[in-house]
């Protein structure tokens, strides 16, 4: 079996960057991306032949863990079925209903193949619907990579610092209003400067592409009633708090109903799976229903739908509060390790997300995130990979634990961390 190294000189002969997602390529803390050959409940192995505890976790989809053996008998039993119909089955329909039942505001919902198509194809149906052209979203704010929302996006982009990209035509980002993550009056102020030209409002409920950012008082329930104000729709992008923050997502956790909720990662259990969905009335727009174009080949597809039921259904038996009160104490500890070293440190947590700030609190918007101190994040980095624990590489992501990772886990995780020297 070749390592990790060898691996990666052929990967970057054939892949841009030796990698098909740029963040995994570890840039941003100098260090090259280990290959992985295997993953089960937190763990990890790689073609090193080192084991890890994960705290990554595929960026978010392995909530239950890695190859929870539900999931992997489904996806199986699903396969031997045939992996691609090209006509409806009955799991498109089970997992449709199942995020209906879940989701408070969801009464229909269209399946796509990533976060990022769920979250343009929102988009699309916001302008059809207002008849309006702009969405206002906010710094350090990642809803993938479609054209519209890279205008000064979070996460990868965040890490490789390009305020937007080459390949975008600035008519793309035109209607793209930027404002501050906890900043109402920011926000009214974009919707007065741009009278009834606002399709709608795209917010991440608790922000997870600056590091972990949870919303202020009045955030959430601030921006519902400024579109409401305004006629814009607010697009909740659970992508990464769908299912995880609460079973019902931010939107049952902070008892908001936005108009749209995107979601993806988890709800694929670790297969490619987007959604989005909302009140019929906006949903029945969407063709052949409606006069809203939208497709795919593999959306809803067999073995990805087999996957997101059972993840789900796995889900519903998981005690939430326990697993919440278990990554609190973990974080909790870690920042008072790093605490011990001389660090500031600034801790997020909500759920089974939390993120460690190199730096003084509070941490509640992009420009205070990225106060941070990347440098020695990157030596923290690299001496927790090497003791086995594979944390983020990069301080604009989330640390994600899930409902496989154990006390020695937690345990191993801690020892490392005082090990560290920064
Ligand atoms: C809130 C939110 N919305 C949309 C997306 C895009 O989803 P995908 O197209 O990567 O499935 C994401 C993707 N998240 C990143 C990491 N935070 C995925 C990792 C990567 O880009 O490799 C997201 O976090």
Redesign the pocket.
């Known amino acids: 079996m070749p390592d990790s190294k060898n691996l990666f000189e052929r990967a970057c002969r054939v892949l841009p960057g030796g990698v098909n997602?740029?963040?995994?390529a570890c840039r941003s803390v100098g260090c090259d991306p280990l290959f992985v050959t295997k993953t089960a409940g937190s763990k990890m192995w790689t073609a090193d032949g080192q084991e890890l505890v994960d705290y990554i976790m595929s960026?978010?989809p392995m909530l239950l863990g890695h190859a929870h053996p539900a999931v992997e008998e489904a996806a199986v039993r699903a396969v031997r079925a045939g992996a691609s119909f090209g006509t409806p089955c009955e799991d498109e329909v089970l997992l449709a209903e199942l995020l209906c039942e879940i989701l408070p505001s969801v009464d229909m919902v269209r399946m796509v193949?990533?976060?990022?198509?769920?979250?343009m194809s929102a988009l699309r149906l916001a302008r059809a619907y207002t008849g309006r052209d702009k969405v206002i979203k906010f710094h350090g704010?990642?809803?993938?990579?479609s054209d519209c929302f890279l205008a000064s996006a979070?996460?990868?982009m965040a890490t490789l610092s390009i305020p937007g990209t080459p390949g975008v035509p600035e008519t793309f980002v035109a209607g793209t209003l930027l404002a501050h993550y906890n900043d109402l009056a920011g926000v009214r102020q974009l919707f007065e400067e741009n009278p009834e030209e606002v399709a709608a409002v795209f917010v991440?409920p608790v922000?997870?592409?600056m590091g972990c950012v949870l919303p202020g008082e009045g955030w959430l329930s601030g921006l519902r009633a400024l579109c409401d104000e305004f006629g814009a729709l607010l697009v909740f992008?659970?992508?990464?708090?769908g299912f995880r923050v609460d079973l019902g997502g931010a939107q049952k956790r902070f008892g908001i109903d936005p108009d749209l909720t995107?979601l993806?990662?988890i709800i694929g259990g670790g297969f490619?799976v987007?959604c989005y969905g909302g009140k019929r009335k906006f949903m029945e727009r969407i063709a052949p229903c409606g006069d809203v174009y939208q497709a795919g080949t593999l959306s809803g597809n067999p073995v990805a739908m087999a996957a997101g039921l059972a993840t789900l259904r796995e889900l519903q038996k998981q005690d939430y509060a326990a697993l919440e009160k278990r990554t609190l104490e973990l974080a909790t500890e870690l920042k008072s390790i790093l605490e011990s070293k001389g660090l500031p440190v600034t801790l997020n947590h909500v759920a089974s997300i939390f993120t460690l700030f190199l730096t003084e609190g509070p941490v509640t918007d992009f420009p205070s995130a990225s106060t941070a101190d990347g440098e020695t994040f990157a030596k923290y980095y690299a001496q927790m990979r090497a003791a086995g624990v594979n944390v983020a590489p990069s301080g604009?992501?989330?640390s994600f634990t899930s409902f496989a990772h154990t006390d020695e886990d937690f345990e191993k995780t801690l020892e490392a961390a005082r090990a560290v020297s920064l």
Not at 113 to 119: I, Q
Not at 141 to 145: E, P, R, S
Not at 237 to 241: G, K
């Open positions: 997602s740029p963040v995994r960026w978010g193949n990533s976060g990022t198509e769920a979250t704010g990642y809803h993938g990579h979070g996460s990868g991440e922000a997870g592409n992008d659970e992508v990464i708090t995107c993806g990662k490619p987007g604009f992501e989330c």
